[in-house]
């Protein structure tokens, strides 16, 4: 069956950073797109940063633009994302998400996506 598998959430001060990843399985990862969103307590969950199958394409969100890395390795089956300069509004539950979707570009909406993972908690200390 599809799964994806988050890991590398942990607690951090403000200012360090933290590597995610996601391993997938159950599904043909090399022609899907991969999101990250997260989601704070009490909030909704957003939208932060998606890579379209090839990996050629990125998208960030404003806040995380300059400081999130996302990336994939198809040979693995895993989607990365790179998390530098941590703040505290970062704190959040993270998770990567799956969609095989015709367009070029991963989407940005978190109703597009077809398959989650069950998150990872992400704590960033002021």
């Known amino acids: 069956q599809v799964q994806l598998v988050e890991s590398g959430g942990g607690f951090v001060p403000g200012g360090g950073s933290l590597r995610l990843a996601c391993a997938a399985s159950g599904f043909r990862f090399s022609i899907y797109n991969m999101g990250w969103f997260r989601q704070a307590p009490g909030k909704e969950r957003d939208f932060v940063a998606a890579?379209?199958?090839?990996?050629?394409?990125?998208t960030y969100a404003d806040s995380v633009k300059g400081r999130f890395t996302i990336s994939r390795d198809n040979a693995k089956s895993t989607v990365y994302l790179q998390m530098n300069d941590l703040k505290p509004e970062d704190t959040a539950v993270y998770y990567c998400?799956?969609?095989?979707?015709?367009?070029?570009?991963?989407?940005?909406?978190?109703?597009?996506?077809?398959?989650w993972g069950q998150g990872t908690q992400v704590t960033v200390s002021s």
């Open positions: 998400a799956a969609v095989r979707s015709p367009t070029s570009a991963a989407p940005t909406t978190r109703g597009s996506y077809e398959y």
């Open positions: 890579i379209n199958w090839l990996g050629a394409r990125m």
